[in-house]
């Protein structure tokens, strides 16, 4: 599973050179919340272009607040509770609001995505209908770390180059790239060891890529064209059988080298042939 995603990294390797230095913020790119409960400690994971200053959790309410902090006017970004802190029907609300957002589920994660407007301080209350399911209370003096899935590292993170490419992450391609994740990568050990470093090097420039995107529509275009061949060789996914970490191994490997052809191989035949030419 490790190798599926490595078509992303290489296409963010070719986007990311030229347009690295437009990051925007590069300060609270991964929040991580350690929330200490029953006698226990829960890590909630934030990967956004803002920053989390702050948070405060109600076991009796089954209320997670987050103090965020942003200067851009667009915000992006995904919240990842482990169902064992907070589980069951979520409502959120934004600065006294109802909030809508997308919320993907898993057995062990859920995943929150944010995408919200305006600059400054805002509020975010994660409310839901189950609060520490199956936990044991436990002494203070006895606190562990529990993570949902992948020892030390919860891992998600939204795909925000996409997301800014298509206009909103409901779009079909953003979708299908959340549920490769969610259901293929996430699934295994290995493959959210991945996600994790994947995550670590992929929003150190993904912010400035979206803001970038937003600005200037040819740029955007440009991406969205990019984007397509990978997003249509990742559908193959959605047919592969993968019982093991060698079918894991062979399809990644596939997935791999089709990419390299489409993105390096086929631009390296034609600058050649025109050296050639001229």
């Known amino acids: ?75 992006l970004g995904e919240v990842i509770i482990p169902t064992n802190l907070l589980s069951g029907n979520f409502t959120l609300v934004l600065n006294d609001q109802e909030y809508i957002a997308k919320i993907s589920p898993t057995e062990n994660i859920t995943f929150i995505t944010l995408n919200f407007t305006g600059s400054g301080d805002n509020h975010l209350k994660i409310f839901a209908t189950e ?24 891992n998600g993170g939204g795909c925000l180059i996409a997301t800014a490419a298509y206009g909103t992450e409901l779009a079909s391609q953003v979708q299908q790239l959340r549920e490769i994740r969610n259901n293929q990568l996430l699934s295994t ?19 400035g890529i979206a803001d970038f995107e937003r600005e200037n529509a040819v740029f955007k275009e440009f991406v969205r064209l990019s984007i397509t061949p990978m997003i ?38 034609v600058i050649i042939s025109l050296r050639q030419k001229f």
């Open 1 to 75: 599973m490790k190798i599926i995603l490595l078509s992303l990294i290489a296409l963010s390797v070719i986007l990311s050179p030229v347009y690295g230095q437009l990051l925007s913020d590069a300060t609270g790119l991964v929040n991580r919340l350690d929330i200490q409960s029953a006698g226990h400690t829960f890590e909630v994971k934030t990967v956004s272009n803002f920053d989390i200053y702050d948070f405060d959790f109600n076991r009796d309410e089954k209320l997670l607040t987050l103090y965020i902090s942003s200067h851009l006017k667009n915000n």
């Open 131 to 154: 609060a520490l399911s199956g936990i044991t209370e436990k002494p203070q003096d006895e606190i562990i770390v529990n993570m949902p899935v992948g020892g030390s590292d919860s």
């Open 189 to 207: 050990d290995s493959g959210t060891s991945f996600v994790s470093s994947f995550n670590q090097f992929y929003y150190s420039f993904s912010p």
């Open 232 to 269: 249509a060789s990742l559908s193959i996914l959605n047919y592969a059988e993968i019982n093991s970490e060698i079918d894991a191994i062979v399809i990644g490997s596939g997935l791999i080298l089709l990419n390299l052809g489409v993105y390096v191989g086929i631009p390296a035949s």
